[in-house]
């Protein structure tokens, strides 16, 4: 399955997938995508995420997420502004970490650059 453009239709036309448009509902979507792929799909998503943010974080994806979309902090549950933010910034992300992800030695190539980066901080953290 060609999950880039999954992701794109299901950003075009959420409503088609039985998905109302939120940050959650798009996040519940890509869980259930990664749950039926042995929770592989999105493999070094997060640890692609954390390089971005630049801090050692002990959140999900989701959470890193919004953190990259509202880098002044959030809280829970989001207006509808914030909400369309993190969506805008969700497939902004996924769409470059797919860029990444895909190839020869994508997902390997990501956890190389993980280690490398953790390497570099203060604290590593194993």
């Not at 994806?61 to 909400?83: H, N, R, Y």
């Not at 969700?90 to 994508?106: I, M, S, V």
């Not at 956890?111 to 194993?126: C, D, E």
Request: hydrophobic share 40%; charged share 20%; aromatic share 16%.
């Amino acid at each position: 399955m060609d999950y880039r453009q999954l992701f794109c239709d299901i950003r075009q036309r959420p409503g088609m997938f039985g998905l109302d448009g939120s940050f959650k509902s798009y996040e519940t979507f890509l869980m259930g995508c990664d749950a039926g792929n042995d929770w592989g799909l999105f493999a070094g998503f997060r640890e692609w995420l954390i390089m971005r943010w630049g801090k050692h974080s002990s959140y999900g994806w989701p959470g890193l997420v919004l953190s990259l979309a509202m880098p002044d902090g959030f809280s829970l549950p989001l207006t509808p502004d914030l909400d369309a933010q993190a969506v805008t910034t969700l497939f902004e992300l996924l769409d470059k970490f797919w860029e990444q992800r895909t190839g020869a030695h994508g997902v390997a190539n990501i956890f190389q650059k993980y280690r490398t980066w953790l390497s570099t901080q203060r604290h590593p953290v194993p």
